[in-house]
Nanobody
Framework: QVQLVESGGGLVQAGGSLNLSCTAS????????MGWFRQAPGKEREFLAA????????DYRHSVNVRFTISRDNAKNTVYLQINSLKPEDTAVYYC????????????????WGQGTQVTVSS
């Protein structure tokens, strides 16, 4: 019954911004760390950012930590990913996931995933 639903993707011009949302249900949201990943065609799923249960600890993939901000609102059961200065190479499907233990950086450390939201950046 765990469900994660991403929203906020779309077609944007290079240099624009998006704020992606992931709304959770079916579990006690405030007790789990959460992460964001993306996957482009022909590439592996790539870690972007993670945030702990309370929102006071965060980590980012080194190459994106200037433009990406992860946050959460436990009262709304929602985790967000703000992306600024979008580039064409950011085009991918973006996923949120619930952390199950291990390393935040590993896909295998997450046991529930949303359906993904498409981000397409035009040049």
């Amino acid at each position: 019954q765990v469900q994660l639903v991403e929203s906020g993707g779309g077609l944007v011009q290079a240099g624009g911004s998006l704020n992606l949302s992931c709304t959770a249900s079916g579990y006690t949201f405030s007790t789990y760390d959460m992460g964001w990943f993306r996957q482009a065609p022909g590439k592996e799923r790539e870690f972007l950012a993670a945030i702990n249960w309370s929102g006071d600890t965060r980590d980012y993939r080194h190459s994106v930590n200037v433009r990406f901000t992860i946050s959460r609102d436990n009262a709304k059961n929602t985790v967000y990913l703000q992306i600024n200065s979008l580039k064409p190479e950011d085009t991918a499907v973006y996923y949120c996931a619930r952390f199950a233990g291990g390393s935040w950086y590993n896909v295998e450390s997450y046991n529930y995933w949303g359906q993904g939201t498409q981000v397409t950046v035009s040049s």
